[in-house]
T-cell receptor, first 114, second 111 residues
Framework: DADVTQTPRNRITKTGKRIMLECSQT?????MYWYRQDPGLGLQLIYY???????NKGEISDGYSVSRQAQAKFSLSLESAIPNQTALYFC?????????????FGPGTRLLVL | LAKTTQPISMDSYEGQEVNITCSHNNIATNDYITWYQQFPSQGPRFIIQGYKTKVTNEVASLFIPADRKSSTLSLPRVSLSDTAVYYC????????????FGTGTRLQVFP
């Protein structure tokens, strides 16, 4: 969905390096999410934010941190990358209205940690 | 948790109707049922959402029986481009712990 953008689209880094993945959205949604997907598996929730001042851990937050710089921006950081963090990372947004959870996903960032 | 269970994979041929069933025995009273489609190396895309009975849009239909313990995604006359993974999710927006993407159902459409 072009309304949700992620940068970079691909990234190769080395073990121990700090990297940041960025997500921006123009949908005006208040909620944003970071997921990771390993080959052949479903998505696992890393962190989510219901508004700028609200940050919550998901299923697999260890080794990750996030920053919600503005309603439209949500960044994911790997403080010290390790090889098992090699995965496809997706950002998503949703609108909090009426309790229905419909998420809109970005194109993904493919990360390789050597 | 409203855990969902789906078949791991399904095969079909072009032009056929495909029905993918999802079991969610622990669905809560206020939970909605949402289906997503994911192509390789792309983010999931919303297909359809419902609460009870039947919902239809331009892409698919969603059938939900009265007890809501299961749901069926129906794709009419599939084409090769419908080859993807389909995820069933059950939950509400304020209870993100329930919004768990399982491994989904991998649909392969053959010519």
């Amino acid at each position: 969905d072009a309304d949700v953008t992620q940068t970079p689209r691909n990234r190769i880094t080395k073990t121990g390096k700090r990297i940041m993945l960025e997500c921006s959205q123009t949908k005006g949604h208040d909620r944003m999410y970071w997921y990771r997907q390993d080959p052949g598996l479903g998505l696992q929730l890393i962190y989510y934010s219901f508004d700028v001042k609200d940050i919550n851990k998901g299923e697999i937050s260890d080794g990750y941190s996030v920053s919600r710089q503005a309603q439209a921006k949500f960044s994911l950081s790997l403080e010290s990358a390790i090889p098992n963090q090699t995965a496809l990372y997706f950002c998503a947004t949703s609108d909090s209205g009426q309790g229905r959870e419909t998420q809109y996903f970005g194109p993904g960032t493919r990360l390789l940690v050597l | 948790l409203a855990k969902t269970t789906q078949p791991i994979s399904m095969d079909s041929y072009e032009g056929q109707e495909v029905n993918i069933t999802c079991s969610h025995n622990n669905i809560a009273t206020n939970d909605y049922i949402t289906w997503y489609q994911q192509f390789p190396s792309q983010g999931p895309r919303f297909i359809i959402q419902g609460y009870k009975t039947k919902v239809t849009n331009e892409v698919a239909s969603l059938f939900i029986p009265a007890d809501r313990k299961s749901s069926t995604l129906s794709l009419p006359r599939v084409s090769l481009s419908d080859t993807a993974v389909y995820y069933c999710l059950v939950g509400l927006s304020y209870n993100t712990d329930k919004l768990i993407f399982g491994t989904g159902t991998r649909l392969q459409v053959f010519p």
